[in-house]
């Protein structure tokens, strides 16, 4: 494995919020004003936002954007990809200076079905390290299904970012470079209009 992997204590989220309504951009940009973004280094272009800084405030201000984004029962949904330790990754455009508390506050009672991939690259054991966190989300009561290079995840928002945090955060105590890629979907009719 590459030495200068892992390195990095920036952990990095590009994503792609996708509102369902006509209002899509005005909807997308007040989630991203709406958020407290000091916490992390942000950039968004005509495609994605990316969200620079530690783990705490990345998942902290993806949650928030997302639960903001959904909040007057739009079917919205996100995908995106969590990174750290990547040995191609550049210093600089974070935020790791930010005060450690959260500045976001807890989201309202709202369901999330999501599928997650878990990548711990380079490791020889990597299955095991997927399996484990298979078995955490189980735990927690937020597993949904197995399928094709992805697992479910679901439940209210709060509690599934807390497993996906968790998740990537163990995962990266055993690994230095670990990707994961998530798509949510919040207010979908599909849901049959479940709520956490």
Known sequence: ??????????????????????????????????????????????????????????????RTVLSLASEEGRHVSMSGTFSVGCPGDSAGDEALEAPP?????????????????LYPMGAENYMDLIYDEIEQAKQAGVY???MHYASGIHGNLDDVFSYYESAFNRT????????????????????GGQHA
Not at 46 to 60: L, M, P, Q, Y
Not at 173 to 184: D, G, L
């Open 1 to 62: 494995m590459n030495e200068s992997c892992g390195t990095s204590p920036i952990v990095g989220f590009r994503f792609t919020l996708s509102p369902m309504t006509d209002d899509f951009v005005g909807t997308i940009k007040g989630a991203l004003k709406g958020t407290d973004m000091t916490g992390v280094w942000r950039h968004t272009d005509d495609v994605s936002t990316v969200i620079r800084g530690r783990a705490e405030h990345v998942f902290d201000v993806a």
């Open 101 to 117: 508390q959260l500045l976001n506050g807890i989201s309202r009672e709202q369901y999330v079905s999501s599928q997650f991939a």
């Open 144 to 146: 949904n299904d197995s």
């Open 172 to 191: 990266r105590e055993k690994n230095r470079h670990v990707v994961m890629t998530v798509t949510f979907s919040v207010n979908s009719p599909s849901h």
